[in-house]
């Protein structure tokens, strides 16, 4: 039975966090903060949404971005309702929003607590770290220079 349970991946007692990384995303090491994958290398267009949060818009989908995420598939860690908020991430070559979005979590001060990222519409999420986020907005400063 070890044998099956090992060969197969499975066998696990209790039910588990989800731990997929997002396709386009490049998987690391579970993080402590939310038990889920930390985002390895994002799409460009990721860190673009992830600028354009932190600068406060303008948003490319104002009727969808900046607005509550009710977090009803459970991927995310369980918070109080209006915790999370949710964010396009353009995806080339279509003409719509597509599957891709930032999530952030926390930020009634003003200041984003989590920030998670999706490739594939809520079904599985990876979280950014601060530090990402941090040399994102170095990396763009520079940039404007």
């Given at each position: 039975?070890?044998?099956?349970?090992?060969?197969?991946g499975?066998?696990?007692?209790?039910?588990?966090?989800?731990?997929?990384?997002?396709?386009?995303?490049?998987?690391?090491?579970?993080?402590?903060?939310?038990?889920?994958?930390?985002?390895?290398?994002?799409?460009?267009?990721?860190?673009?949404?992830?600028?354009?949060?932190?600068?406060?818009?303008?948003?490319?989908?104002?009727?969808?971005?900046?607005?509550?995420?009710?977090n009803?598939?459970?991927?995310?860690?369980?918070?109080?309702s209006?915790?999370?908020?949710?964010?396009?991430?353009?995806?080339?070559?279509?003409?719509?929003?597509?599957?891709?979005?930032?999530?952030?979590?926390?930020?009634?001060?003003?200041?984003?607590?989590?920030?998670?990222?999706?490739?594939?519409?809520?079904?599985?999420?990876?979280?950014?770290?601060?530090?990402?986020?941090?040399?994102?907005?170095?990396?763009?400063?520079?940039?404007?220079?």
């Amino acid at each position: 039975m070890l044998g099956a349970c090992l060969l197969l991946g499975g066998c696990t007692q209790g039910a588990s966090p989800r731990l997929s990384t997002p396709p386009g995303a490049s998987p690391t090491i579970p993080t402590a903060a939310s038990g889920l994958d930390a985002c390895g290398a994002l799409p460009r267009e990721a860190w673009e949404t992830v600028s354009l949060v932190e600068d406060g818009g303008p948003f490319p989908y104002p009727d969808n971005d900046d607005k509550r995420f009710g977090n009803y598939e459970g991927a995310l860690p369980k918070q109080k309702s209006g915790y999370y908020r949710e964010y396009t991430v353009d995806t080339p070559g279509i003409n719509h929003r597509g599957a891709r979005r930032i999530v952030t979590g926390g930020g009634a001060d003003g200041d984003v607590d989590e920030w998670f990222y999706t490739a594939d519409h809520y079904e599985t999420f990876c979280e950014i770290s601060a530090d990402d986020v941090t040399n994102n907005a170095a990396r763009n400063t520079e940039a404007t220079r």
